[in-house]
């Protein structure tokens, strides 16, 4: 099964894609750091340097070069199911996970390494809760395509037998 983590930033897709994925023996894929490899640049130069439409175009690409996996949990960046048709691509050539989550825990993970993350670091604390709050119901469209939705906030390393067996029953 290929397997793709979708959510907004702070979520825990890595962490629990790779977590998963060792309990499980299956490759894990971290779409941004594949984005990194290819271009030598970190997420944050690229979205300084070559802005965000390059950005998405890269991701574009390095979501439809996972076709060469079968068995993979691949977590995809927060926006990354908005842009370029990639929802449909994903729900054709995979099963997809939305990891929801609450703004107020949202803010929490993501307030400590938001010098990663190139759409939030101008932002104070205010400004941020904002963003999160507008930026997640303009991207739930997207998220709400997902094959299943899991509440990110209460996931454990048992959770992902429970979320197979779902996307198994979705498509029986
Ligand atoms: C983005 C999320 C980031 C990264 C880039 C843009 C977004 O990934 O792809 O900074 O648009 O939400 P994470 O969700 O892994 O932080």
Request: proline fraction near 2%; charged fraction near 25%.
């Amino acid at each position: 099964m290929r397997i793709f983590l979708l959510g907004f930033m702070g979520t825990g897709k890595s962490h629990w894609g790779q977590l998963w994925s060792l309990a499980h023996n299956v490759k894990f894929v971290d779409l941004d750091k594949e984005i990194e490899k290819e271009s030598g640049l970190s997420v944050a130069d690229i979205f300084e340097k070559k802005g965000e439409a390059y950005f998405r175009r890269a991701e574009a690409a390095a979501l439809r070069s996972m076709i060469t996996y079968e068995n993979c949990i691949i977590a995809c960046g927060g926006g990354a199911p908005c842009f370029m048709h990639n929802m449909n691509w994903m729900n054709d050539h995979g099963r997809t996970i939305f990891l929801s989550a609450k703004p107020a825990y949202l803010f929490q993970n993501i307030e400590k390494e938001k010098g990663k993350r190139p759409l939030l670091k101008d932002l104070n604390e205010a400004e941020m809760l904002f963003f999160i709050e507008q930026k997640l119901k303009e991207r739930m469209p997207f998220y709400s395509q997902a094959t299943v939705t899991v509440n990110a906030e209460e996931l454990t390393e048992g959770s992902f037998e429970d979320i197979v067996k779902q996307l198994t029953n979705h498509h029986a």
